[in-house]
């Protein structure tokens, strides 16, 4: 087993966790492992490429209807070789 110190620990912070670990009759270092044990066993979202991302991130505002733009042929161009 490993053996983890937090330093730095807000004072606020610290007696919150005192609070929430007598709530849970749990000593604090329960009550970490316990709330680190559930943070941790989330399942983590799989990777997504940037276009999806962004499609997911825009799709509920809807889409947009563009006006069809209308365009040349492509022209021949004679660079002189």
Known sequence: MAVMIIRNLD??????????????E???EEEVRDILCSA?????P?????GQAIHQR???????DLP??????????DFGV
């Open 11 to 24: 004072d606020s912070l610290n007696l919150r966790l005192r609070l929430r670990a007598a709530q849970h």
């Open 40 to 44: 941790l066993s989330a399942e983590v």
């Open 58 to 64: 825009f799709a509920r505002l809807g889409g947009v």
């Open 68 to 77: 069809a733009v209308s365009r040349e042929a492509i022209r021949d161009v």
């Open 46 to 50: 799989k990777e997504v490429d940037a």
């Open 26 to 28: 749990h000593s604090m």
